[in-house]
């Protein structure tokens, strides 16, 4: 809903009226959403009550105010300036966005004259059986002129089945002092539909994350199988990208050109540069450098930075660190908090030993330019292992390595100096 708001240029402040689970909305919206105001409802005491405790923020605003429920995930932008167009063509006090339903189960429904005019709403609690067969209802989605708003719910009680403030209530005291009321139904009644329990949560989320699957498809992404595929509305995914069967990539993630992405993935709040891998993996809070590789049963965990053609392979945990372009972490290794230059390779069961029990605390591990460990290197911050230097298999390395030194051992010493490989001896 936010988001269709966002493509609206007539609607300029939003506010966001939070009451239970206050916390969770506010982080979600603040890290997806910007220039949202929040507004508190200490006790749910109705729709009513809710637009009511807004009236402070809004004691200077003229014009039109935009009401929608919280739980109309469906509603599109299109239909938003259709309802705004036609409250400010008509010149009406209250408009409010109706929609025919073949199931009308849970709304209000719209009770019109003889003539064919709106007469009022009759909320689905307070409903005899006459009017529980209507098929209009009202989405909940109202127009008001500012003027008459905060004066109108003053006025409103709480007389009726729920005990509650009723926001069309507010409606129908304007059209009592004489305003005018105008209604506008919504070409596709799916818009509207709410959210009132866990699996009608289930059934729009699906119905959302189809048709963005449907978006991200039509601009050249390919999905193996929508079904088994779930990316957030908003999520970035350039064009030639495979994703693959059971892949989930959240937040603010963001996937570049002609990647391979899946099965089993998950992507939260990261970044996959172009022509990247990852498969079978899980990458949180982490930057996945162009033709990369990743997996499969890799971890990225937050603050990994992954270089150009570099590799974090098979059961592979990594976090807090860089490694740099080229440099491969091929299998069975934790690194955290090091910092690894270019072209290193790391042997199977490299470990950085990043934490000390006693002091609780996490030090640096340093591997520069060209530099490899043997298999079961144990590495034991804080430890520099400089350039073109190496470490034999099984050694545990407590002090810094001197450029294109050997050392093996527990604890590790220096055996010889590094033979000079191919590229050393190039011209």
Do not use: W
Request: glycine residues 10%; contains cysteine; hydrophobic residues 35%.
């Amino acid at each position: 809903m936010l988001r269709a708001l966002q493509e609206v240029a007539e609607v300029g402040r939003v506010i966001v009226v939070v009451g239970k689970g206050k916390d969770e909305v506010i982080d979600y919206v603040d890290r997806h959403f910007e220039g949202v105001t929040f507004v508190e409802q200490p006790e749910q005491l109705g729709t009513g009550d809710a637009v009511k405790r807004t009236q402070q923020e809004l004691a200077d605003h003229e014009g039109t105010i935009l009401v929608l429920p919280g739980d109309g995930p469906l509603i599109k932008a299109a239909t938003i300036e259709r309802l705004l167009h036609e409250h400010e063509k008509t010149e009406a006090d209250v408009s409010l966005l109706t929609a025919n339903l073949d199931n009308p189960r849970g709304y209000g429904r719209i009770l019109r004259t003889e003539q064919g005019n709106f007469d009022r709403i009759v909320e689905e609690a307070d409903a005899g059986p006459a009017e529980q067969a209507i098929n209009e209802v009202s989405s909940g989605i109202f127009c008001f002129r500012a003027q008459g708003l905060f004066a109108a719910l003053e006025k409103v009680t709480t007389d009726n089945a729920q005990g509650e403030y009723y926001l069309p209530d507010a409606a129908l005291v304007i059209r009592a002092e004489g305003g005018k009321m105008y209604t506008v139904t919504a070409d596709d009644g799916n818009e509207i539909r709410g959210v009132n329990d866990r699996s009608e949560l289930a059934d729009v989320s699906r119905q959302l994350r189809l048709e963005y699957l449907e978006k991200l498809a039509s601009n050249g992404v390919t999905i193996e199988d929508p079904l088994t595929t779930y990316i957030d509305e908003g999520v970035e995914v350039g064009p030639d990208t495979v994703i693959r069967p059971l892949t989930f990539i959240e937040g603010s993630s963001r996937i570049g050109s002609g990647c391979q992405i899946g099965p089993n993935t998950r992507i939260a709040d990261s970044i996959v540069d172009d022509r990247a891998e990852v498969t079978f993996s899980v990458i949180r809070e982490s930057h996945i450098g162009a033709e990369a590789t990743v997996g499969p049963f890799a971890s990225l965990r937050p603050g990994t930075r992954l270089g150009p053609r570099a590799k974090a392979g098979t059961f592979v945990e990594i976090k807090g660190s860089i490694i740099g372009e080229g440099s491969k972490v091929p299998h069975q290794s934790y690194v955290g908090d090091a910092e690894i230059g270019k072209d290193v390779n790391l042997g199977a069961g490299t470990i950085t030993g990043n934490y000390d029990n006693e002091t609780k605390i996490k030090s640096k591990t340093v591997i520069e330019d060209g530099a490899f460990t043997g298999s079961n290197t144990t590495l034991v911050a804080p430890v520099t292992v400089a350039k073109d230097a190496g470490t034999g298999a099984g050694s545990v390395v407590t002090k810094d390595v001197d450029p294109e030194d050997i050392v093996a051992g527990v604890p590790a010493r220096k055996m010889r100096k590094r033979k000079p490989r191919p590229r050393d001896n190039k011209k």
